[in-house]
């Protein structure tokens, strides 16, 4: 099949039951799309197809063939890091980093669709993302942060 992930295509061999997460990380090799509890409730999967926010635990790689697949790995530009990544490295939005990836494309997500989000609002979008370190304050913080920049 042909994987188009951040903007380059990849010719990939996959067994028709292979998960996304699973061909990003080991047929294209990009690894900071985590592997968490394989059932679509942690959002440590999390990237994006065709714009959209998608736990890639959840999605047969097949069914990607011919979108465009971004991971975490596409936000930075070099070493110029992504407002929401900024936002979330100054108000200490992340510990162990785990649920980062996630975290980071559905707070980009929501402030790119809602540009002023009220807490509730943030809340509600990162709701599908789990935390165990933080207590969610310094990731609220962090997006509400970002959507003013």
Not at 2 to 7: H, I, P, Q, R, S
Not at 17 to 45: K, P
Not at 54 to 63: G, M, P, R
Not at 80 to 103: K, N, S
Request: aromatic share 4%; net charge negative; proline share 3%.
């Amino acid at each position: 099949m042909k994987l188009t992930v951040n903007g380059v295509e990849h010719d990939i061999d996959v067994d028709p039951r292979t998960l996304l997460v699973h061909a990003i990380r080991e047929q294209v090799g990009l690894t900071g799309t985590h592997v968490g509890c394989l059932t679509g409730d942690c959002g440590a999967c999390t990237v994006v197809v065709d714009g959209r926010t998608t736990k890639s635990c959840s999605v047969l790689a097949l069914s990607a063939e011919g979108a465009r697949v971004e991971t975490i790995e596409s936000l930075a530009d070099g070493e110029d890091l992504h407002p929401v990544q900024q936002a979330f490295w100054d108000e200490f939005g992340f510990q162990c980093g785990f649920c980062l990836p996630g975290m980071l494309l559905t707070a980009k997500e929501l402030v790119e669709s809602t540009p002023d989000p009220t807490d509730d609002d943030i809340l509600r979008a990162v709701n599908g993302n789990l935390c165990r370190c933080t207590g969610y304050n310094t990731i609220v913080a962090a997006v509400r942060k970002a959507a003013q920049s």
